[in-house]
């Protein structure tokens, strides 16, 4: 079970972009999409049905869930997650410091 849901604020923690924040765009099993980092470009062919333009792409790729992690927003470093049940709801919260984790958008 991915602890890192669509919507939350994530920190790259190694890799290229390591340092780096920003907001999930997509999880498929063991990768995430960040939004504005590990940007490649593509070389799209147009498409007159969709009416795409052919040319370069410049687009979000995939990095490994374990290179990121949660980001605090109480103390602006890398967290990690656990679950607690309060008050009969299973809800996210920060290892370090017990609060629940912002509800993703």
Known sequence: MAKIKKGDQVIVIAGKEKGKQGTVLSISEDRVKVEGLNLVKKHQKPNRVTG??????????????????????????????????????????????????????
Do not use: F, M
């Open 52 to 105: 795409a333009e052919g040319g370069i792409v410049t687009q979000e790729a995939s990095l490994h869930i374990s290179n990121v992690a949660i980001l605090n927003a109480t103390t602006q470093k890398a967290d990690r997650v656990g679950y607690q049940v309060i008050e009969g709801v299973k809800t996210r919260v920060y290892k370090s410091n017990g609060e629940p984790v912002a509800v993703a958008k």
